[in-house]
């Protein structure tokens, strides 16, 4: 489903140079949740976003599917963001100024579902992470761990096939951070989501069923966890 082959990337700024992935390549099974770990620097944001065609390698080649992610064109890179990618970030990165319902429901109108599969679909997610009742909230009257709920159903809302999740439990206490994690898992498998997350937390990896080691902008070696959650 997803694969990294020998990934670079190097940043030029006031510091100088930087050499955010040093040559990384690595295979997210197809389906599979997969937890990237490593410090603060170790280039978790940046390979999440080479990978999610947010951000374009300096070498290297990402396959989504079996295709050349960075070789489409604008027009098809753009499509596939919108209909396959799913995104969550560290801070939900919810809009401010829609509902609760209408921020789930965005990708659905995006990709142009007819009102009622997207009332319906919005609604059934609003359920799931246990929101019935908060569609005409609007963010800033939620709890963190209620934004990242609501962040991680707008991401599935057009089940995506690819699902990337920059610590999006970075924001939340433990618990908090591990019942969201769970939910997010549970939602992406039941519609056959590959799903890739960053994370600094040990309870969270346990959840993942491939972890990924990420130190200086290179890959420390991969484990199978036992656990498929
Ligand atoms: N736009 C940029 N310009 C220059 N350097 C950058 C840029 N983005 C990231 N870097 C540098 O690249 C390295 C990797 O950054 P990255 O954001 O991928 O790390 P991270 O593992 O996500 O860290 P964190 O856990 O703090 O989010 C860091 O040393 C960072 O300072
Ligand atoms: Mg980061």
């Known amino acids: 489903m997803l694969e ?3 990934i670079s990337k190097t940043y030029h700024s006031g510091r100088g140079k930087l050499h955010a992935l040093r040559g990384v390549s690595l295979k997210i099974v197809p389906g599979a949740a997969a937890a990237i770990v490593g410090k603060s620097g170790s280039g978790k944001t940046t390979l999440l976003n080479c990978m999610g065609g947010l951000d374009r390698p300096d070498s290297g080649t990402v396959f989504v599917k079996g295709f050349d992610l960075h070789a489409l064109s604008p027009h098809a890179l753009s499509l596939f963001l919108r209909r396959d990618m799913g995104f969550v970030f560290q801070f939900g990165n919810l809009l401010s100024y829609l509902t609760v319902f209408e921020n789930i429901a965005f990708p659905l109108r995006l990709n142009g579902a007819s009102n009622r599969k997207l ?3 919005t609604q059934e997610l609003l359920d799931r992470i246990g929101l019935s009742g908060a569609g005409p909230a609007l963010p800033h009257e939620l709890s963190g761990g209620e934004v990242q709920r609501v962040a991680v159903a707008r991401a599935l809302a057009h089940r995506p096939r690819l699902l990337l999740a920059d610590e999006p439990t970075a924001s939340l206490d433990s618990t908090t951070g591990t019942t969201l994690v769970r939910l997010m898992f549970e939602m992406g ?10 994370t600094h937390d040990s309870e969270v990896m346990d959840l993942a069923d491939q972890c990924l080691h ?9 484990e199978n966890s036992d656990q498929t959650g």
């Open 214 to 222: 990420i130190r200086d902008g290179l890959l420390q070696g991969q």
């Open 189 to 198: 498998r039941e519609s056959g989501c590959t799903m890739v997350l960053s």
């Open 119 to 121: 009332e319906h679909r």
């Open 4 to 6: 990294c082959r020998d």
